[in-house]
């Protein structure tokens, strides 16, 4: 990875994290299960997994984070809460931290290495930890039936929604990172 001023890295933080905005906002929609909107369904973590992959996990987690905090204060879906918004950091840190470990130091990142990244991340994210968050709001008191009743329809949207990002990312990362050599 080159290094760049802070300037530019600031930038493309900015402009990442708005795109992530708009997408998660106003271009995804919601489907509910057991009484609660349980499942969003849109492209808003593509930017927030491409910031972590162009400029840096931290990057991409720092941006995660202002996209998911703008967002819930300037266009509420409900009560802001705090652990999506760690959720939206996972999201941009967790594929570069894993795929940093998982590939090979000679080669590029594959496929395989980014699809891997993108699945932990979106079960450990969205799959254990928003169905977490959307129990305790919307779910009247915590109990585990009712986590492991939405957790199981939430895990395979996660794996499909991993196989969609994957899709999505790779070819735009790619292009991305010849443009900058």
Do not use: C
Not at 49 to 77: E, K, N, R
Not at 117 to 128: C, G
Request: charge should be positive; hydrophobic fraction near 55%; glycine fraction near 8%.
């Amino acid at each position: 990875m080159h290094q760049r001023n802070r300037t530019s890295v600031l930038t493309g933080m900015a402009l990442l994290a708005t795109v992530s905005l708009v997408l998660t906002r106003f271009l995804s929609f919601y489907i509910p299960f057991l009484g609660a909107q349980s499942m969003r369904v849109g492209f808003g973590e593509v930017p927030v997994i491409l910031a972590g992959l162009l400029l840096g996990a931290p990057a991409g987690g720092l941006t995660g984070l202002a996209a998911d905090f703008v967002g819930a204060t300037l266009f509420p879906s409900g009560p802001y809460f705090p652990g999506f918004t760690i959720s939206a950091f996972l999201t941009g840190f967790l594929p570069t931290f894993l795929s940093q470990r998982f590939k090979k130091k000679e080669q590029g990142l594959s496929k395989t290495v980014l699809f891997f990244s993108i699945l932990s991340t979106q079960l450990i994210a969205s799959a254990i930890l928003n169905t977490l968050w959307i129990v305790l709001l919307y779910m009247g008191p915590f109990t585990w039936e009712k986590f492991w009743a939405l957790f199981l329809v939430r895990a395979p949207f996660a794996v499909i929604m991993s196989l969609v990002y994957t899709v999505v990312v790779y070819p735009l990362y790619s292009r991305l990172m010849k443009e900058r050599l």
